[in-house]
């Protein structure tokens, strides 16, 4: 199973940026979908997650800013950031929770993308 993110890139602060990451390989169902960040001399941290469900979840810093979403059909996630401030700067990366067609349960992350937000 592989993951494979697109979008990002440089954005000035106030734009807006949308990443997208399709999953592929033998899969059952994938149970949560995630995004996250790391900046640069930082750990990494959430910044989003979707159920199967569609319910989400939000890191306070990018409540009312980010919106996640996902195509179940096409195994894809999105995350659409809008208002980005400079803080924003950092490699995203696609997380998932993956029931592969055999085996068990397995975490899979994305190579990562990279959004920096100028001032």
């Known amino acids: 199973v592989q993951l494979l993110e697109s979008g990002g890139g440089l954005v000035r602060a106030g734009g807006s940026v949308s990443l997208s990451c399709v999953a592929s390989?033998?899969?059952?169902?994938?149970?949560?979908m995630s995004w996250y960040r790391q900046a640069p001399g930082k750990e990494r941290e959430l910044v989003a997650n979707?159920?199967?469900?569609?319910?989400?979840d939000y890191a306070d810093s990018v409540k009312g800013r980010f919106t996640i979403s996902r195509d179940n059909a096409k195994n894809m996630v999105h995350l659409q950031m809008n208002a980005l401030k400079p803080e924003d700067t950092a490699v995203y990366y696609c997380?998932?929770?993956?029931?592969?067609?055999?085996?068990?349960?397995?975490?899979?992350w994305g190579q990562g993308t990279l959004v920096t937000v100028s001032s």
């Open positions: 997380n998932a929770i993956v029931l592969p067609l055999i085996d068990g349960e397995i975490e899979v």
């Open positions: 390989g033998s899969i059952f169902s994938i149970n949560l």
């Open positions: 979707i159920n199967i469900g569609g319910d989400a």
